[in-house]
């Protein structure tokens, strides 16, 4: 089976703009975690999708929402940028949660300027 | 909501030797502990998984630890190879209700050749 793609892989914006960044899970998985990972904070929890349904939600400012299609695609979008929202994300997909292995995608690093 | 403190940041050892790495957690609802690898530039990956039913579980040269009443688990890594060096990263989730793995801030191994 393929793996979890992320796209677009880099990102360069600026103070203010706004980003929307995808991910696809594995065939077959329903779980779609997202992930912000900065040097020296380890990853740190945004969001869980479900069957097109948000069931839990990190320690994130507004700004930063997301949602699941019915194919289990997911995207995130961060509105307004600061500068400290450059950082890796990463999206990780499982059959049914987070009580199951967890498969990482490769990672959308955004830079803000 | 659940914390996991994560102990050494960094650590390192000669080819050969054993490495340990010890997380603590705070919510005894915790049920599912996993560790996961990443390489530098690459995507995290589970490389072991223990849950609050068992104490202890090996996979060849690694094992990790459960301690339900302190609530503390470690990894250890027996005959350290340099292809080990990376960032480990435990984590906990507490199941249904939660669909959050939240992890610690990672331990950075170096095997020195």
């Known amino acids: 089976k393929a793996g979890v793609t992320q796209t677009p892989r880099y990102l360069i914006k600026t103070r203010g703009q706004q980003v929307t960044l995808s991910c696809s899970p594995i065939?077959?998985?329903?779980?779609v975690s997202w992930y912000q990972q900065t040097p020296g904070q380890g990853l740190q929890f945004l969001f869980e999708?479900?069957?097109?349904?948000?069931?839990n939600k990190g320690n994130f400012p507004g700004r930063f929402s997301g949602r699941q299609f019915s194919n289990s695609r997911s995207e995130m979008n961060v509105s307004t940028l600061e500068l400290g929202d450059s950082a890796l994300y990463l999206c990780?997909?499982?059959?049914?949660?987070?009580?199951?292995?967890?498969?990482f995608g490769p990672g959308t690093r955004l830079l803000v300027l | 909501g659940e914390n996991v403190e994560q102990h050494p940041s960094t650590l390192s050892v000669q080819e050969g030797d054993s490495a340990v790495i010890k997380c603590t957690y705070s919510?005894?609802?915790?049920?599912?502990f996993p560790w996961y690898k990443q390489e530098l530039g690459k995507r995290p990956q589970l490389i072991i998984d223990?849950?609050?039913?068992?104490g202890e579980k090996k996979d060849q040269r690694i094992a990790v630890t459960l301690n339900k009443t302190a609530k503390h688990f470690s990894l250890h890594i027996t005959e350290t190879q340099p292809e080990d060096s990376a960032v480990y990263f435990c984590?906990?989730?507490?199941?249904?209700?939660?669909?959050?793995?939240?992890f610690g801030k990672g331990t950075k191994l170096s095997v020195i050749p």
């Open positions: 990780a997909s499982s059959l049914a949660g987070s009580q199951e292995t967890q498969y």
């Open positions: 065939s077959g998985h329903r779980s």
């Open positions: 999708y479900f069957s097109e349904t948000q069931r």
């Open positions: 919510d005894s609802a915790s049920n599912y």
């Open positions: 223990i849950r609050s039913n068992v």
């Open positions: 984590a906990a989730s507490s199941g249904a209700g939660s669909y959050q793995l939240t």
